[in-house]
């Protein structure tokens, strides 16, 4: 890694690249789970300028490489999503509109099987770099800085969930001091099937 890199908390105009990124954390998951692709990129885009949701702005990191955005990541506390997910909820309504109605199933059956996390846990939502900056490093000293963050609130654990076929998203979390916790029952949306599993690592400082 021998460009300029730099790491700064996440702002409102970076709306478009959390959009975009997001997607490369679920092509598959997060198309079927919100309708569409296009429906993604709208609720992620405009939900994230907003404060006090859990895709806003203020819980991401952007990684930058020569000035040029090269990946994000998303954490958020066990308090803050209990504080933030009527708003996160109201949000998606308003994004998604008519299209909410064929998915409200979907969402729920999703909320008892993902980020199942509690009292000191904090939540790796998303970490993605674009594909032009894979295999420099970017997503190691991305995930380095999110656990920081984590780890100032007073958080004790980083929970995560991936989707088991993803194997080289499992062995980076892997090298990275992440474990496997558990795996999850058989996700269903029509006619797509997804399975994940519950990795974390001890962050509190002894």
Do not use: W
């Not at 099987?113 to 998303?126: M, N």
């Amino acid at each position: 890694m021998q460009e300029n890199v730099t790491i700064r908390r996440g702002r409102p105009d970076d709306a478009q690249a959390f959009s975009e990124l997001v997607l490369f954390t679920g092509p598959e998951l997060l198309p079927a789970l919100f309708g569409s692709e296009s429906n993604v990129l709208n609720v992620m885009r405009r939900s994230f300028p907003h404060v006090r949701n859990s895709f806003s702005y203020e819980h991401s990191h952007f990684i930058e490489a020569n000035s040029e955005t090269a990946g994000m990541g998303q954490v958020f506390t066990y308090g803050q999503m209990k504080k933030e997910e009527i708003r996160t909820l109201l949000l998606i309504l308003r994004y998604l509109k008519l299209s909410v109605i064929t998915q409200a199933v979907y969402f729920y059956r999703s909320s008892n099987i993902l980020v199942q996390i509690t009292e000191g846990d904090a939540y790796l939502a998303h970490l993605a770099v674009y594909p032009g900056f894979r295999s420099k490093g970017y997503g190691a000293v991305l995930l380095e800085a999110v656990e920081r963050e984590a780890r100032a609130t007073g958080c004790q654990r980083l929970v995560l969930d991936v989707e088991t076929y993803n194997e080289r998203a499992i062995e980076f979390y892997r090298r990275q001091g992440y474990k496997t916790e558990s795996t999850s029952p058989i996700f269903r949306i029509k006619d797509h099937e997804f399975e994940f599993f519950k990795m974390s690592k001890d962050i509190e400082i002894v």
